[in-house]
């Protein structure tokens, strides 16, 4: 389906919200919808908040069938840094990788200090070259790694004082001393805390009134929203084309991923030290504290399967999967005891010439028919949700306020001129 920008129909109230007339701004609040409470749906919402004209009255809605973290950034390793797997930046990678860092800061920022234990664990990451290949590219990539960012190379010594037992099969390590991993659920609390606070902030200043819910509820129509709101933002991760209006016109592909969670028993060896990175190899290690870490993740390509919840059978080939790639580099892994599995489905796009690129931008003409309300789409965050999430979530709103998909980048709105 195509759709140049020029050919978007958009409503009156979005072409209002930046504008002049003080006659509709007064009548009623400008008000959109937030499909999905994960990474982007949450992204979203804050910078709708943050990006809008000060003195617009505002309203948003947010729908999730299971409430905040429900899909797939509710289980994700939450593993944060700007490269692909052979070390390469990746496209927009400073922009992301900078509103990224900033939307974790503002989320740490709403909780403050408290009990409930760490959003953002800042110990960087480590990646052993696990063959000859993997280090030549890994090292020729890391010469044009971001300043803020970096990527050192190391030899065994360095890198077993920062992860002791740790094993080497190339005798080289890529450590990214800036890199973090976060705790997802906690992150998105306190992203959606975030939002609230600046909701209130922004109201109580004198500002235009804002005002922020959060609806638990499934979402079987898109059209339903019809006459309702001015835009509709989906942000349904991998299950935005079970949507009728959708289904079928996204070049999605979806992929389950399990990860386990292993605790250190009481009685069993050191306490991973503190200062110690997440690891990056075949499968990751996320360490949470010095006793608990996650361990993922498997693949499992064209499952539907979103549900959280892991079978026995599904955890035990899953261990069997990772524990021998995660022992390759981190033998230790054996004295860690097996405490519980959760799920996710991703929703992978295609691989272009720029990479694998997230799908945005507006779906009227994907729709079809006349619309009084503007759709959107922020999907296809694939593996690197974490990543993109912040800056892409900025683009989109900015677009939605303006009604302007131009200001998302064509690599990220080509996918609909792709005949599915
Ligand atoms: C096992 C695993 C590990 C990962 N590890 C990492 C990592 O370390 N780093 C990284 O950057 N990325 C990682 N990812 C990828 C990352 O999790 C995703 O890219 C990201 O979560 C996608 O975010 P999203 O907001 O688009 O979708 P989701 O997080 O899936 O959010 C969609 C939301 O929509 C809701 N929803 C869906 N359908 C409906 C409906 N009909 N009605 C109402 N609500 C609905 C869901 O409940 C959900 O909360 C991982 C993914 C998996 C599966």
Redo the contacts with the bound molecule.
């Keep these: 389906m195509l759709l140049s920008p020029s050919s978007l129909c958009y409503c009156h109230a979005l072409h209002t919200s930046r504008g002049t007339s003080s006659v509709s701004l007064s009548q009623r609040p400008l008000r959109l919808a937030v ?8 992204s979203v919402a804050w910078h709708l908040l943050q990006e809008s004209p000060k003195d617009l009255r505002l309203r948003i809605d947010i ?18 840094h700007p490269y692909s797997p052979k070390g390469k930046l990746l496209l927009w990678g400073a922009d992301c990788w900078k509103e990224c860092l900033k939307l974790l800061s503002i989320a740490e920022a709403a909780v403050g200090q408290n009990s409930y234990g760490f959003i953002v664990r800042r110990r960087g990451i480590l990646r052993p070259a696990m063959n000859m290949k993997n280090l030549l590219i890994l090292n020729d990539n890391a010469q044009n790694c971001l300043a803020s960012c970096r990527i050192e190379t190391v030899d065994k010594e360095t890198a077993q004082n920062l992860v002791p037992k740790l094993c080497m099969p190339f005798e080289s390590a890529f450590y990214m001393p800036e890199a973090v ?1 976060i705790h ?1 659920q906690r992150y998105l609390q306190a992203l959606f805390l975030a939002c609230e606070n600046l909701a209130k902030e922004l109201t109580t200043s004198g500002f235009g009134e804002r005002e922020l819910c959060l609806h638990k ?4 129509k898109l059209l339903d929203f019809e006459g309702e709101y001015d835009a509709v933002i989906v ?6 084309d ?2 009728p209006e959708l289904a079928g016109k996204l070049p999605l592909r979806t ?5 386990a969670h292993m605790l250190l028993p009481a009685d069993m060896g050191e306490d991973y030290p503190d200062h110690s990175p997440s690891i990056l190899s075949d499968a ?1 290690l ?1 360490f949470q504290g010095p006793r608990s870490l996650y361990m ?3 693949w499992e390509w064209k499952s539907r399967d ?1 549900s959280p919840n892991v079978s026995d059978y599904e955890s035990s080939s899953a261990l069997e999967d990772l524990i021998p790639k995660a022992s390759l580099v981190y033998p230790s892994i054996k004295d860690w005891a097996f405490s519980g599995a ?6 992978m796009p295609p691989l272009t010439p720029h990479g694998s690129l997230p799908l945005l931008g507006c779906v009227n003409d994907v729709l079809g028919g006349n619309r009084t309300c503007n759709y959107w789409l ?12 912040g800056w892409l979530g900025k683009l989109t709103a900015q677009a939605v306020l303006s009604s302007n998909e131009e200001l998302i980048p064509y690599e990220l709105t080509s996918w609909k001129r792709i005949k599915q």
């Design positions: 499909l999905g409470a994960g990474f982007a749906g949450l729908y999730d069938e299971v409430g905040i973290g429900g899909g797939a950034s509710g289980v994700s390793g939450g593993l944060l991993n997802p509820k499934s979402i079987h942000c349904l991760g991998a299950k935005a079970l949507l992929c389950r991923g399990v990860v990751w996320a993922g993740s498997t979103s959760r799920a996710g489905l991703r929703a922020f999907g296809g965050l694939g593996s690197r949700g974490l990543f993109y999430h």
